[in-house]
C-alpha cells in the first residue's frame, strides 16, 4: 500500500502501557443469546452523545459507537493514530504535492442489507458531511470528492493537505448506505442542512458496513449495538455491546462487581485498589491550557504582554501535572506529545516566580484583579476543571495577580468562549484528528485564537510560519515548523499549554486487546 510520507515518517506511539494491578476481582463478560460466542460487552461511560448519524455526530460517545456500526475508508490500528491503514480503501495513493488522494475500494465490503459499498456510496456520504455543516462538517473543508469508478474514489484539496490520510479515519466520515439513507430523507447535495431529515431514521436504523448495527438508542441512558450478520470482515467477539451513561464513581463500582467490563471515566486516583482488572494507564492527547485574552476592548489587564508574561511564568507546570495523578504530563506545548512536531518535555515552560513578578512589576499594573471563567460541571479524563482553576488562582496570588473563579455549566461557559469575551479561560482541546494541522487553530485569527482575542496580523511572524506548515508536504520540513511554531507560542502570547491528563481505562481480565485511542478511545471491534 502506497501512503504518503507522512503516514510512514511519524515515530510517536499513542498506544498506552498495559498495566495490571495484583489482588482479586475478575469480571468475565457476562453471556447472551445469539451472536459470536452470544457474549454481551458492557461499557460504562458519562455521555457526550447528540446523534449517531455521522454527519451531525462529533462527541466522544458518538465516535465510539459510531466507529464500530460504519466503516471509513482509512482507519488506526490498536491504539497507534500515527499510520493510517486500510479500510474500506485497500489500497491509495497521494500526489506529489499531497493535494489529490485516489482510493482503491476492497471489492468484498457490503453494508448490513449485503449490498455492496461502491464509490457512489462513499462519495455521497462524505459530500453529505460537507453539505450538511453539522458539527464534523470542517474535516471537509476545501476538500471535492468524486467517483470515477465504482472502485475508485478520488479526494482533491483546494491546497495541499498531508492532514487527509489522517482526517478520514474519524468516525464522522463514515460511509452510508446512500440507497437506504435517501429513501429516508438523506442528501448530499448544497443546501442539506436544511434539506437532510434523515437524523431521526439514521438514529433508530444504523446504515453502516461495520461489525455492528443499532438495536437501541438513548441520549441519556443507553445505545445498544448488535452483531451485524452480513459482516464482511472477521466476525467480532461479542454479540451484543451496551455503552451505558453512567457517572465515574458509579463506574468504579459496576466493574469492580463485575456488572461492567470496561470503565472509560476514572480519575488516576479512582483507578487505584482495582484488584487483578486490568488498568490501562498513560498520558491522554487531550491538552488543557489557559488563556488571557488578547483583545484590549475585554480585557486592558489580560491583553498587557507584561501581564501575560507574568501568568506564563507564574504557574506551577509541575503542580499541575501532580494534581491531575500518575500518568498526566505537562503539555511542553500545544501540540500533543504524541503527535509529529510535538516539543520535547525538556522545552515545556518553567516556572520563574522572580521573573513572573518582574514581569508584573513592568506592566504597570498594581494588584491586578481578572477573572478566570471554566466550565464547572463536566470533567475531562476524570480532571475537574474547578480543582485546576483553583490551583491557577494560588498560583497567580504567589507573584500578585488576584484571580476571581468565574465556573458556569458548561452550555452558558460555551457560549462566553465561543465569542471570545472572557478574560481569562481555561479549557481543553482534543485532537479533531492526529495531525499537528489541527492545531493550528490556535494561531492568530484562527478558531482558538479569535476566542483568546487574538486577531489576526498580532503576531505576523507566527502568522507566517502557520501558512508555510499549513502547505508543507515533506515530514521533516513540517515537525521543524510546529516545533518553532510552538516555541514562539512558549516565548509569548495569550495562549499557554498547562497538562495533558492521564488517559485510563477499567477493564475486567477477560477483555483482550484493549488499548485506548486517541480518537475514539474504545475499539469495540478489536476486543475479544
Not at 98 to 103: L, N
Not at 500 to 508: F, G, H, N, R, T
Request: aromatic residues 6%.
Amino acid at each position: 500500500m502506497k501512503i504518503r510520507r507522512s503516514a510512514g515518517a511519524l515515530t510517536a506511539a499513542v498506544a498506552l502501557s498495559l498495566l495490571t494491578a495484583c489482588g482479586g476481582g475478575n469480571a468475565a463478560a457476562p453471556s447472551s443469546p445469539g451472536g459470536q460466542g452470544g457474549k454481551t460487552l458492557v461499557i460504562d461511560t458519562a455521555f457526550q452523545l447528540k446523534t449517531t448519524d455521522p454527519a451531525r455526530m462529533f462527541e466522544p460517545t458518538g465516535l465510539l459507537i459510531d466507529q464500530a456500526v460504519y466503516d471509513t475508508l482509512l482507519t488506526f490500528k490498536g491504539g497507534d493514530v500515527t499510520k493510517p491503514v486500510p479500510a474500506l480503501a485497500e489500497s491509495f495513493t497521494a500526489s506529489d504535492d499531497a493535494k489529490t488522494f485516489t482510493f482503491k475500494l476492497r471489492p468484498d465490503a457490503k453494508f448490513s442489507d449485503g449490498t455492496p459499498v461502491t464509490s457512489a456510496d462513499v462519495a455521497f456520504s462524505l459530500n453529505r458531511v460537507k453539505n450538511v455543516k453539522g458539527n464534523p462538517s470542517f474535516l471537509m473543508a476545501g476538500l471535492t470528492v468524486t467517483a470515477p469508478d465504482p472502485a475508485t474514489v478520488v479526494v482533491a484539496s483546494e491546497e495541499p493537505n498531508t492532514a487527509i490520510p489522517f482526517i478520514l479515519p474519524n468516525p464522522a466520515l463514515g460511509i452510508v448506505n446512500s440507497a437506504v439513507a435517501k429513501k429516508n430523507g438523506a442528501s448530499d447535495a448544497e443546501g442539506a442542512g436544511k434539506s437532510d431529515t434523515a437524523e431521526a431514521f439514521l438514529n433508530k436504523q444504523s446504515q453502516g458496513s461495520g461489525p455492528y448495527v443499532l438495536e437501541s438508542y438513548s441520549t441519556t441512558s443507553q445505545v445498544v449495538l448488535k452483531v451485524n450478520e452480513k459482516y464482511w470482515g472477521p466476525k467480532p467477539a461479542y454479540s451484543r455491546v451496551v455503552v451505558r451513561n453512567t457517572q465515574a464513581n458509579v463506574q468504579r463500582l459496576n466493574v469492580q462487581k463485575g456488572e461492567s467490563q470496561i470503565a472509560v471515566d476514572l480519575s488516576p486516583e479512582q483507578a487505584k485498589g482495582m484488584g487483578d482488572l486490568q488498568v490501562v494507564n498513560g498520558a491522554s492527547p487531550n491538552v488543557f491550557f489557559l488563556f488571557t485574552n488578547d483583545n484590549p476592548e475585554i480585557s486592558k489587564i489580560s491583553s498587557n504582554p507584561k501581564f501575560q508574561e507574568a501568568v506564563r511564568y507564574g504557574i506551577d507546570y509541575q503542580g499541575l501535572v501532580d494534581l491531575a495523578g500518575e500518568g498526566a504530563v505537562q503539555a511542553p506545548g500545544i501540540v500533543p506529545s504524541v503527535f509529529l512536531g510535538a516539543l520535547p518535555a525538556a522545552d515545556g515552560i518553567k516556572r520563574d516566580v522572580a521573573k513572573a513578578k518582574a514581569a508584573l512589576a513592568e506592566s504597570g499594573l498594581q494588584n491586578p484583579t481578572v477573572k478566570l471563567n471554566y466550565p464547572s460541571d463536566v470533567q475531562v479524563n476524570g480532571l475537574n476543571f474547578g480543582d485546576l482553576a483553583a490551583r491557577v488562582q494560588a498560583n497567580l496570588k504567589e507573584v500578585g495577580i488576584n484571580v476571581e473563579l468565574a465556573p458556569a455549566s458548561v452550555q452558558t461557559a460555551l457560549e462566553s468562549y465561543r465569542g471570545g469575551t472572557e478574560e481569562l479561560g481555561l479549557w481543553q482541546w482534543g485532537p479533531d484528528f492526529p495531525d499537528p494541522s489541527n492545531y493550528l487553530n490556535f494561531l492568530p485569527g484562527q478558531l482558538v485564537g479569535l476566542r483568546a482575542g487574538w486577531a489576526e496580523g498580532a503576531a505576523p511572524e507566527l502568522e507566517e510560519l502557520g501558512a508555510k506548515a499549513r502547505t508543507t508536504v515533506d515530514d521533516t520540513a513540517r515537525s521543524a515548523l510546529y516545533v518553532d511554531i510552538q516555541h514562539k507560542m512558549n516565548e509569548g502570547g495569550p495562549i499557554m499549554p498547562l497538562i495533558q491528563p492521564a488517559q485510563i481505562l477499567v477493564a475486567a481480565k477477560s477483555v483482550t486487546n484493549l488499548q485506548s485511542n486517541a480518537l475514539w478511545l474504545v475499539n469495540v471491534r478489536e476486543l475479544g
